[in-house]
């Protein structure tokens, strides 16, 4: 005994630390969520006595490994579970040794070669020396990480009956042919959030759909990832929340930072994006580099490709394999000016997953075809080549000098002359005209007076914003403030503009392209004008105070505007809860506490209704009702009172329940579902009453009669506390309560704390089969005259209701509460 409980132990530590990957991975084909005709056809493969060398081919995280293992279960059962390390050394046929761990069974072998030319010739010479007795089942042997290999050798195993090989990497042609292939495609979205939503169930969490989608669609659709991400998520924040950060791997951030420093370095602080002129002299073109000098730009230069040449070096002696710099998701996002089309993914949101993927979600999309062509060239040179790193490094310099031009072509400089005039603009792009401007082109013969010295911005097309230099320091900080507010408030599409102004540095704005800028369209330039733009100062400001407004609006109603959340959605809905404590409260009965999702929730009971808990138990789905012995006041958790009725207790039944024997095997941290709520009688409030079913009426009430015996305590108790608890309601009520003995008596010290601070409108008696000494309550069952003496007398305002023990109600309260002039419609049993 002793032996089998530490086994039970072990196994129940072991599934509670497992992963949820790992914890709820499927073990046989028929318990697969998706593809299930796939599945079917492999069962039929199965029966079939024979198959073919299998190639599972795919998508990673989309359920290879895991059809492979339950088609060995299939197969040979529970043994291919029984797995061992192994440590085999081979003697190629040049003399060299090589060593090699395997994990196997009496049925299979699992290889994770590093040698896959080498293996290949082990498994031909030495097939025999890993066969055992199996039946009429072949050997089967599982080569997981053989893509590096497979590429320059071959398998040869079109003579060999010792085994099959069943392959789950891409191989080359003359292996393809030789295997039949079957395609595990990617689960839906869909799919991942059904299976992300029972996994939550089944770990008693509760998981919005909104969150779930995120999850899918971070995960790129790879479930084992999506799996990782639920449960990373679970650890950082839970109740979950549709809006929570997802914390994706660090080697995807780090993918992503690297990205963004390689397109950093075409900023101007680093590599060189315009050129400055100044204009002292009407149509003197100066050339001016202070700021950046070329040798200091060089230097730079080389200095970021060390940088991002060590950032690779980290990434690979992770284990991140090359191709994910060059990895992409045709997202419509991504390529949505490109003109490929990305209907096949169903996704709106672009996540990046490789280099490539960061590059071109900020890349322009004139940039997108070149730097796929550029990306997909320097791959090639890597899969033939033998250093990953010099082909990510050519890869990576290829494209930090096109972004570098492109950045170049597309910037304007415009030149003023000694009066503020724009008079030309030089190496622009005109997208009007559709023409490089390499000249100084004119602009206007007239001009136009401005307030700056040189204008430069990003983009394809040239926008001129005022800056107000003649306001003081001081109050261009509050104008700023205000400009900020007012075009973050109507701001329709923005751009961004850097104004160099005379000797004051870089500075940088967030304009309204429509709004404030007039184009003029055969030179695509927009020219404002301080003097005409004064009236946007107090517009900005009575924008920035009416944002300020709303924000602080918004912000008091999601504050001191929350409602409870009600955690039961209907009695066909089941939902999880966790048990978070238990207390034995008498030798057979015991108070057990749920937890809600949060303290936010609350289960959504009104007073005299139940609910329903619902249990496998013996392969059988079994539901009791129960009513909580807590209201709605108490968030985040929930209480039952429950007696257990145990086997070979009562002769009548020996069999005892089978609902409350399973809880008492509950452990703290076990889940139970539930649904509901449940119930015919359902308190108003103020004494009313509303009765459902076949004779539905309405009962007012001024005193109430409670006879219970036993557990049928828990709906009265309920009632009671919610009445008791309203300050309006003024009902009074009497309860005569019913047990075996004094020690059954429950809840007793929160009842007559009840009757003690409540006199005036809550009285309660006791009567027990077997009193002990000085027992001052009455003795045996409910009788006539315990009813006149202890409750209120029959009338039409006086509401009779009565839980407890069948024979009880039918032997003892029903007649004596219809001798004493009680009418039926005045008598509800719960």
Known sequence: IACGAVFKFCANFAAAMSLWVDKYRPRSLDSLDYHVEEAGTLKKLVTSGDFPHLLFYGPPGAGKKTRVSCLLRELYGGGVDKLRIEHHTFTTPSKKKINLSTVSSNYHLEVNPRHVNVLIVVLTLQAARFSL?????????????????????????????????????????????????????????????????????????????????????????NLRRSLLLAEVARAQHYPYSCEQTLLLPDWQNFVADTASRILGEQSPQLLPSCILLSGDQPGA??????????????????????????????????????????????????????????????????????????????????????????????????????????????????????????????????????????????????PFMNMVLDDCQEISKSGQQINIDTVVVRGNSVNIVEVLELIAPGAGVAWSCALSCGLACVATAASVVEVVSNGRGLRRYFVSSSIITVCFPLQGMAVFDSKDALWIIPVSVVAGIAAIALAGGLVIKLVFKKSDKVFLQGQNIKLPMRLVDKEVITHDTTLYTFGLPSTEYVLGVPAGNCVQLHARIDGEDVRRPYTPVTLDDFKGYVKFLIKAYRKNVNPNFPAGGKMTQYLETLDVGDAMEVSGPFGLIHYCGDGLFEVKGGSARKLSATNINMICGGTGLTPMYQLLKYILNSSSDRTKIAMIFANQAEKDILLRDELEQLRDQNSAQFRIWYTVESPPQHWTYDVGYVDQKMLEEHCYPASNTTVNLLCGPASMLKNACLPNLAALGHSKENILTF
């Open 133 to 221: 007795d199996v039946g009429i089942y072949d050997r089967i042997v599982i080569q997981e990480l053989i893509k590096d290999m497979a590429s320059t050798a071959q398998l040869d195993i079109t003579n060999q009956r010792e085994f099959k090989v069943v392959v789950i990497h891409e191989v080359i042609s003359a292996t393809r042919s030789r295997c039949l292939p079957i395609r595990v495609a990617a689960p839906t979205v869909e799919n991942i959030v059904n299976i992300l939503c029972n996994v939550a169930k089944l770990e008693g969490l509760m998981m919005p759909t909104d969150l779930a989608k995120r999850i899918a669609v971070a995960s790129d659709r």
């Open 285 to 430: 073109f100066t050339l001016t580099t202070e700021l950046c000098p070329v040798v200091y730009i060089k230097l730079l230069f080389l200095l970021s490709v060390l940088e991002i040449r060590g950032r690779l070096y980290e990434l690979l002696a992770h284990c991140v394999p090359p191709d994910v710099v060059f990895r992409v998701r045709l997202s419509s996002e991504a390529f949505s000016s490109t003109g490929i089309s990305c209907s096949k993914t169903g996704h709106q949101k672009h996540l990046c997953i490789g280099l490539l993927d960061n590059l071109l979600s900020s890349c322009d999309s004139t940039l997108k075809y070149e730097l796929v062509n550029l990306a997909a060239t320097h791959e090639h040179r890597m899969h033939l080549g033998q250093k990953p790193i010099f082909h990510l490094e050519a890869f990576i310099i290829g494209f930090m000098a096109m972004y570098k031009r492109f950045i170049e072509d597309t910037l304007g400089v415009i030149k003023l002359n000694g009066n503020r005039e724009v008079v030309g603009v030089l190496r622009g792009f005109d």
